[in-house]
């Protein structure tokens, strides 16, 4: 944030993983000291959540850093030219959910939103009791959420859920 104001710059290229402070938080706070500036979000997350996240605090675009250098190139003029930018394949979910075309249920492999809700709370070292305390339901139901989550999954432990829920950006490290 101190780069892009010293700099003057037009456009910032924003990863979202950062030390102190979040890429989409980053973005809001520099959209409201600069908002002559263009924020285009390059990471490797293609998750949902930060895809709307960082379009919700003000990024003109998000492109993925496996992207081909050129495309990364031309995505950086199309928003200095005004225009919005997102890789095909995040542009493609996005548009699938606004749609109605895919689900939450699709992209997190079956789970329901209880079974996400539950797989939130694990991933973030609550066990089952506090789970089940949070959410009013009983441990027991808790542990066979906790089963469908495996089985759908293809999982066998607790560090393999935290994993998945990692990728999916159930949770933030």
Sequence with gaps: MEKAAASKADVVLMDLKMPDMDG?????????????????????????????????????????????PAAIVSSIMAVLAGERVMAGAVANRVLDMLTGASTPKEFYDGLTSREVEILKLMATGKPNKQIAFLLKISE??????????????????????????????????
Excluded: W
């Design 24 to 68: 989409v938080e980053a973005t809001a706070k520099i959209m409201a000291d600069q908002p002559g500036v263009k924020v285009l979000i390059l990471s490797t997350f293609d998750a949902d959540s930060y895809v709307l996240q960082a379009l919700r605090a003000g990024a003109c675009g998000y492109v993925l850093k496996d992207a081909q």
């Design 140 to 173: 027991k139901t808790v542990r066979n959420h906790i089963c469908h989550i495996y089985e759908k999954l293809e999982i066998y432990d607790r560090s393999q859920a935290v994993l998945y829920a990692v990728r999916k950006a159930l949770i933030e490290l």
